[in-house]
């Protein structure tokens, strides 16, 4: 189950965390968001030991957007040891999502 993440609790949810999270910044009005929470909630079930997902309300949490450039919803940061590794925008499909997780 993705964790909700904020300027208060990131350090330890995301840049603390031993092994690969997937930073999901998102909106709630945007319609591509949506469509991606399934696939995203897919990809946490499928590597359940070895991905973290939390989730970031860029409307909610502007101080992080605005710290990591993140300039679209939704934008997908991948951090491994609370390093980030990898970065994807707007509405991708299910398969480069997977196959950027599958890199790391």
Do not use: H, W
Request: glycine share 4%; hydrophobic share 40%.
């Amino acid at each position: 189950m993705a964790v909700r993440v904020n300027a208060e609790n990131f350090n330890d949810e995301v840049l603390g965390a031993q092994g690969i999270v997937l930073a999901d910044f998102y909106s709630d009005s945007c319609v591509p968001c949506k469509r991606m929470s399934p696939v995203l909630a897919e990809l946490e079930e499928t590597y359940p030991d070895t991905l973290k997902l939390v989730k970031i309300n860029i409307n909610f949490d502007g101080e992080l957007a605005e710290k990591y450039e993140v300039q679209a919803a939704p934008t997908l940061i991948f951090f491994k040891d609370g390093e980030e590794k990898a970065r994807l925008r707007g509405a991708v499909k299910k398969a480069e999502i997977f196959e950027e997780f599958e890199k790391l």
